[in-house]
T-cell receptor
Framework: DVKVTQSSRYLVKRTGEKVFLECVQD?????MFWYRQDPGLGLRLIYF???????EKGDIPEGYSVSREKKERFSLILESASTNQTSMYLC?????????FGNGTRLTVT | KNEVEQSPQNLTAQEGEFITINCSYS?????LHWLQQHPGGGIVSLFM???GKKKHGRLIATINIQEKHSSLHITASHPRDSAVYIC???????????FGTGTSLTVIP
């Protein structure tokens, strides 16, 4: 069974801090995604990656960057956290079939 | 512009009722997914469809490619079915998915 693991379930950070959200999948999936989920807005794509060192912007990349140095790991970086980045962040992976999601990281920026 | 529309947004049902959630989309797709998210929980994939109908236990998903429409049915609903159900489509081109905003289902005992 595919396992997608996000490093933290809850995070509280201060405005201006650099924040790293880590995601690891164990099934050799090529495609990995970072979404944020906000009430009434559903899932919105921040970035995705279809191979090591490859990345593409999603719908809302501003204020975020990503890193994919190894196939199993996809990191989301908030360069300078702001209060409007308070949200639930979900990582997912896929091999062209079903999406497999991590449990999410609820980030609060104060 | 939202490529995926779900209805209803919220749904309350009595235990045992038959439930239908609808999804319409506007792009050509290679597959449609139904996802389930329990409160505070992660998202799990229920079905992936490209045609016809699939059944798993009390859940049935159908898709009409010509009409760009899918339905998720729950027979003999139970309080443990209370969750948000999300429709997602994968367009023919690209690796992205488009998501509906979800249907929040509450089943009352």
């Amino acid at each position: 069974d595919v396992k997608v693991t996000q490093s933290s379930r809850y995070l509280v950070k201060r405005t201006g801090e650099k924040v790293f959200l880590e995601c690891v999948q164990d099934m050799d999936h090529e495609n990995m995604f970072w979404y944020r989920q906000d009430p009434g807005l559903g899932l919105r794509l921040i970035y995705f990656s279809y191979d090591v060192k490859m990345k593409e912007k999603g719908d809302i990349p501003e204020g975020y960057s990503v890193s994919r140095e190894k196939k199993e790991r996809f990191s989301l970086i908030l360069e300078s956290a702001s209060t409007n980045q308070t949200s639930m962040y979900l990582c997912a992976s896929s091999l062209g079939g079903p999406l497999h999601f991590g449990n999410g990281t609820r980030l609060t920026v104060t | 512009k939202n490529e995926v529309e779900q209805s209803p947004q919220n749904l309350t049902a009595q235990e045992g009722e038959f439930i239908t959630i609808n999804c319409s989309y506007s792009v050509g797709i290679s597959a449609l997914h139904w996802l389930q998210q329990h409160p505070g929980g992660g998202i799990v994939s229920l079905f992936m469809l490209s045609s016809g109908k699939k059944k798993h236990g009390r859940l049935i998903a159908t898709i009409n490619i010509q009409e760009k429409h899918s339905s998720l049915h729950i027979t003999a609903s139970h309080p443990r079915d209370s969750a948000v159900y999300i429709c997602a489509v994968r367009p023919y081109t690209g690796n992205q998915f488009y998501f509906g905003t979800g249907t929040s289902l509450t089943v009352i005992p």
